[in-house]
Antibody, heavy 122, light 112 residues
């Protein structure tokens, strides 16, 4: 069955960096786009970034553009989110989610990981 | 990019029907059928309930249905059950350059 397992979260000081990983299994990883979605404590969901199946197309929310980089390794079935210049407002649970369709425009995220908590605090 | 507009809360008694609205613009909800709905129970990951406005993934009860009129999408829960108490979020693709995806603010559904 499809499994997505995030890791790499933790407590980090403002201005520092952190790299999140998402290990995928149970499907042909190289055939699907992947998203990162975050949720600040007690708040709603916020879309963060997407990467196409081949890694060629990458798009970001305005709130993270220029600071975060999404990438993938189709040989290792892994998704990454490199987060630089972290701010207090980046504190959230970060979820990776599998695109449920072959076209990137779709908002169908059919499988989600359990999330990893990132806390930005001095 | 502004979030899609959802009511903060909706409530109903078991067996009743409720509808959650999700209002956007012609650049997102009104322009494309790339609207989905997610259910989230406390401490859990979101779960896909409806995709492309009105399609239901396998395993989702048929009491959940979706529709769209103009720039407003809707999720209807018919025959409300206690396990339906959760937060619900809509999301839409936005046709900008570069493209974006935006969630609604979320709706807390309470089963009375």
């Amino acid at each position: 069955q499809v499994q997505l397992v995030e890791s790499g979260g933790g407590v980090v000081q403002p201005g520092r960096s952190l790299r999140l990983s998402c290990a995928a299994s149970g499907f042909t990883f190289s055939s699907y786009g992947m998203h990162w979605v975050r949720q600040a404590p007690g708040k709603g969901l916020e879309w963060v970034a997407v990467i196409s199946y081949d890694g060629y197309n990458k798009y970001y929310a305005d709130s993270v553009k220029g600071r975060f980089t999404i990438s993938r390794d189709n040989y290792k079935n892994a998704l990454f989110l490199q987060m630089n210049s972290l701010r207090a407002e980046d504190t959230a649970v970060y979820y990776c989610a599998k695109a449920g369709s072959g076209y990137l425009r779709s908002s169908k995220f059919d499988y989600w990981g359990q999330g990893t908590l990132v806390t930005v605090s001095s | 990019q502004s979030a899609l507009t959802q009511p903060a809360s909706v409530s109903g008694s078991p067996g009743q029907s409720i509808t959650i609205s999700c209002t956007g613009t012609s650049s997102d909800v009104g322009g494309y059928n790339y609207v989905s709905w997610y259910q989230q129970h406390p401490g859990k990951a979101p779960k896909l309930m409806i995709y492309e406005v009105s399609n239901r993934p396998s395993g989702v009860p048929d009491r959940f249905s979706g529709s769209k009129s103009g720039t407003t999408a809707s999720l209807t829960i018919s025959g409300l059950q206690t396990e339906d108490e959760a937060d619900y979020y809509c999301i839409s693709y936005i046709n900008t350059s570069p493209p974006l995806w935006v969630f609604g603010g979320g709706t807390k559904v309470t089963v009375l």
